[in-house]
């Protein structure tokens, strides 16, 4: 579970994280989240504190903003559906080692930091090295894994990670809703006045 300070209207605490997330991304830096976190450098902003704070979702730890402290943000996702499952995925990192960086397609929403031992579906892919670079990759599960209808993309540090003397896991960024196997599309950026509203 998430441990946050500070208070926060009942409605909003009773909804999940991941909309929280994308409604305090969207009030905090505009339409499109992702060109600020570029500059600023990645990191969630804690949906209770507000902007210096950030949230290292794996630990449910906040702390105030550091641009050293390791950070993945998943900015887009893309699901395609053929002979097989297809699913291309865009992040921010900073401070992880790229070499480090893994994808994870799971059922778990983002309040869980480990979906294995919650009894969630999980599948795990190494991106090539230069995706790994580039802050984009595209899995394809084998044929024999059997995709949840729907699901999340995580891309996360496969190695322990520490920062000024707290454990942060195996830190992760996530795609901010459950996308659809049989073909979908998300992305940090607001698209519409109806994406205001669902995440306001």
Known sequence: AVREGGQEAPEFSRRPLEARLQHKLWELFGPDPGRALEAEGPHYP?????RDWQ??????SSARFDPLRPAVVVTGVGVKLEDTLQVTVRWLSANIPTSDLWVRLTDAPPIISEPGPAGHIHYDA????????????TV???AVWRAPAQFFVRVYSCRGLDFGG???GFEFGT????????GDEWTLARA???DAQAGG
Do not use: D, V
Request: proline fraction near 12%; charged fraction near 15%; include cysteine.
């Open 166 to 168: 707290t454990f942060l």
């Open 192 to 194: 519409s006045a109806a």
């Open 46 to 50: 804690c949906p209770f504190r507000g």
């Open 140 to 142: 394809r599960p084998p």
């Open 126 to 137: 190494r991106p090539l090295s230069s995706e790994q670079c580039c802050g984009e990759a």
């Open 175 to 182: 795609s901010l809703r459950a996308l659809s196997s049989s």
């Open 55 to 60: 949230l290292s979702p794996w630990s449910g």
